[in-house]
């Protein structure tokens, strides 16, 4: 049994809340009892990463030094088109000047579209020597020649015109030919009712189109052959010089006959007084007869200046309907080929 001291010190270390040493957190309560039950509230402190280690500064890049992306969706530009143009070949009876006009017209109508040169017939005789144009063109117009000229010109493609009269009708046909494939990969042909020319001057500019159905026009360029050119194919048959010379000469009777008429107004007046005069005084009769004459006289030569001149100016109205006042006539010059042709104006 152990001695009352030593039970007084177990009573009191036991009736302790806490031994030596313990802590006891603030929002712990403690029951007592015959069931003493203890609740503790978890902490909600989340401990936090350390700190990441310094690091060098990557400098921002400069937005101007990159390029802007292109557009996906924009179109893009189209590759250069070289192309040759022989002259227009043709089978039947057709006037030089409507073939002048019709290869005029073609070349023109090609030059209207965007990315393409062309290069004419009478361009290519220039370029080329007699003798190299002696063997190179001296061959069949096939695809396979036209192939060894195109590429000899450095062109890419080549359109050959071909023209068919056939009494009342005529057709006009039409290729474009590839010079590094010497394949046809384009056509037109249209069959026409033979008129002055003017059936083959519009089917240019719808053939045309069907043949490059890829190039649009260039800005400011309108499809097809200008009406105007149309005169070209039958202009009026005179110079302006007659109606000049006739204008003229209608201006000068008329001129002539006015003196004429004032100098026989003269001689009467001088007839008249002298008359009066023959009232008072002695007047010599030979000297008013010549007076008479005189004045009849200029005044017949007056009249008949004056028809003369009614009639040349006559002449003159009538020639100015046939006159040729625009020059359409000399914009045209046709030689012995059919390609030697020189077409002035604009289409």
Known sequence: MPSPLVHVALVALLASP?????????STTT?????AATSTKPSTDIPLPPPPAATARTPAPDLKAIPPAAPTGAPKPKQALRVAMPDVKVHGDLPPR????????LLAEVRKLEGVSVIGMSEIREMLSFEYQRQMLGCQANETCLAEIGGALG???????EVIVDGK?????????????ARVTGSHSKRLTRANGEELLGAV???????????NLRAGTTRGVDKAVALRLNPPPLPKWPFYITAGAALAAASAGAVYAVMSKDASNQYNHLLQQSSTASVPGGQLKELELTAKSRATNANVLFITAGTLAAAAGVTALFTDW????????????????????TF
Do not use: C, W
């Not at 409507?98 to 017209?105: D, I, K, V």
């Open 18 to 26: 806490a031994t030596a040493g313990a802590q006891v957190s603030p």
């Open 155 to 161: 062109t890419d493609e080549m359109v050959h015109a």
């Open 98 to 105: 409507q073939l002048a006009l019709l290869e005029s017209a």
């Open 326 to 345: 625009h020059g359409y006539g000399a914009q045209v010059e046709v030689g012995n080929k059919s390609g030697a042709v020189k077409v002035g104006g």
């Open 205 to 215: 500019g719808p053939g045309v189109h069907e043949l490059f159905p890829d190039r």
């Open 169 to 181: 009708t005529a057709n006009l046909a039409l290729r474009r030919i590839n010079m590094r494939t």
């Open 31 to 35: 029951k007592s009892g015959p069931k």
